[in-house]
């Protein structure tokens, strides 16, 4: 029996995923928040309370203190239901994810195990370790993004696409259910128009014209559930002034509209070649992807197609090479592999295409070599993850000792994950990543005049981190020194800490 014979057996790949699942069980106690907690979640605390979506942790960019209207909506439901249920917490929202993982789990295996029938228990198995080892879904499935969320909702409109493409009388109800679905994508998150535009193509490409048709009307209906919160025409030039006024939403800003799509394919392999973290993933990927494209095609044609075109949209159309993109599209890639995998165990695939003279025993010593240094660095950077621990008391001791007692109605600059669990505490609690995210388009909010920017929203506490406080040019300030109306009260490695001194100084830009 050769080595993969025995590695990709019940023997070994039961105490693997068990491993791995302890591992992930363990990260999911004490979590440490991430922005992305506290930006998006603050969304849904302000919703749950007054029922319409709100930032104070950006008080000052685009009117957002008043109302913000670009969010990922059905996200944002979601944490306001689960905040109304289980009350405001950080598990309480990184919760959502964690459980459209699971629905996304029984949905795969439902597909691949059941009706499909294309995996049996050894492929599931193997499948569910690359799931919980991609560092990515690890990270990610216990976050409050929509990312994990669009993967699941999406996996749904493939399986109800891919039925009625496999279909010759042609069901429409299948293709207007898969347009439903994914346009409830699309109210999750505006950059899944990619499952809208690889599905159109798709559509096409197999002459499914009248259903290409009856496709967009479903779509249409349910994204159209994202302007949900608009309130008549002012609505709309709201939300093109948050939009495309945000620092945050277009990373080609000074590059041509039309230009932009063709650039942001030209740079997407900044996406899967950004760091080791993702490198070891993305080159196992794309040489087993390379390896099985053949067989696959001819067994699986639909579901390649629809990964490519995933790939490939998500290239032209999201603005930013963030690594979790990936993630809506990795149902597809994480089939393909172990589709591969299996083949290559059953010698129906026995060496590179490209690469003929390798013998098909170093061929498979490859194709576990690449599969364990992914494993393994992959591991690495869960590991330190799930040991970086929180507790909200971590945060209500920096209150204790800057704030003092009388604080209901102090205005604070502090890291936006200071809103756990302090929200209700302080009068407002205005984010340190605001100040550094306007300096980018506006020197003025960095260096000295950062502190007048400060009182003159009324700031009594700036407690900045020194990352934030080094892009902000006030990293070298001392303990006893003065800034303005601020005075540096205390100096460590994570954090400075400014207290006013005086309310003389007002500006323009109080509230």
Known sequence: MQLLDKLYSKKYLLPLLGTVLALYIFSLWGRIPDIDDAWLGEYAYWLEKFGYVRSELFRGLTGQETL??????????????????FGFSLYSLKSVSLVYLLVFIRLFYSYTCKWKNIFNLEDFLFSLIILFTFTQAFKYSFLFRPEIMVMCIGFAGFILLEKYLEKEDSKYWLIFSSGLIFGLTVFTHLNSLVFIASTGVLLLWNKKYTGFIVFGIG?????????????????????????????????????????????????????????????????FMMITVITGFRILYKKQANLVRFAI?????????????????????????????TITFKEIKENQIIGFSIFKNIEPKMFRGIMIFLFLVFFFVSTFFNVDLALKKFTPADNQALTLKY??????????????????????????????????????????????????????????????????????GIENSQIGEKHGDYQVVDKNDEMIVFKRYSNSSESEVRN
């Open 68 to 85: 913000f209207v670009v969010h990922h909506k059905l996200l944002t439901l979601h944490g306001a239901l689960f905040i109304k249920f």
């Open 403 to 472: 704030a003092g007692s009388d604080i209901s109605k102090m205005n604070i600059v502090a890291p936006e994950t200071f809103i756990f669990n302090e929200i209700e505490i302080y009068n407002r609690i205005q984010s340190d990543l605001f100040y550094t995210e306007m300096a980018k388009s506006d020197p003025s909010f960095s260096g000295e005049e950062f502190f007048q920017k400060a009182s003159g929203y009324d700031i009594s506490l700036i407690m900045v981190t020194t990352y934030r406080a080094n892009l902000l």
């Open 309 to 337: 075109l995933m790939a490939l949209f998500t290239g032209i159309i999201t603005m930013h090479k963030s690594r979790q993109y990936i993630l809506p599209f990795f149902p597809y890639l994480l089939i393909i592999i």
């Open 219 to 283: 779509a249409i209906l349910t994204s159209s559930f994202y302007f949900y919160d608009f309130r008549g025409i002012d609505s709309f030039y709201l939300w093109s002034n948050q939009f495309f006024k945000s620092t945050a939403i277009d990373s080609l800003k000074d590059t041509p509209f039309w230009l932009k799509p063709i650039v942001n394919l030209l740079v997407e392999h900044m996406r899967y070649f950004h760091n080791i973290e993702i490198i070891v993933f993305s080159v």
